[in-house]
Nanobody
Framework: QVQLVESGGGLVQPGGSLRLSCAAS????????MGWYRQAPGKERDLVAR???????NYADSVQGRFTISRDNAKNTVYLQMNSLRPEDTAVYYC?????????????????WGQGTPVAVSS
């Protein structure tokens, strides 16, 4: 079984910064794309940022230049550095990963979601 565990959310004032972390655990062979999504109350879950296994990144227009996604392949962990936070960034942030893992001697593939970590930007 593969799990993603997020941490780092919380309450921050406008203009402040937060760093989210998401660690994958289990019998992992490799992880391809990893990403962060967010869902505000009453809205759909949207992509915030994504990073490939080779380190290429893409961002939602609304966070370009303010957020930075990175990963540590040795730790199976992805990060989201969020700067210049705005009230409209308030949402639950979810980690996502495309994982190849081993189970009962077989090689399997799974797209996994974390449980979500809340971020609130307010004065």
């Amino acid at each position: 079984q593969v799990q993603l565990v997020e941490s780092g959310g919380g309450l921050v004032q406008p203009g402040g910064s937060l760093r989210l972390s998401c660690a994958a655990s289990g019998n992992i062979i490799s992880i391809n794309n990893m990403g962060w999504y967010r869902q505000a109350p009453g809205k759909e879950r949207d992509l915030v940022a994504r990073i490939t296994g080779g380190g290429s990144t893409n961002y939602a227009d609304s966070v370009q230049g303010r957020f930075t996604i990175s990963r540590d392949n040795a730790k199976n962990t992805v990060y989201l550095q969020m700067n210049s936070l705005r009230p409209e960034d308030t949402a639950v942030y979810y980690c996502n990963a495309e994982v190849t893992y081993k189970e009962a001697g077989y090689r399997k593939y799974l797209e996994v979601w974390g449980q979500g970590t809340p971020v609130a930007v307010s004065s």
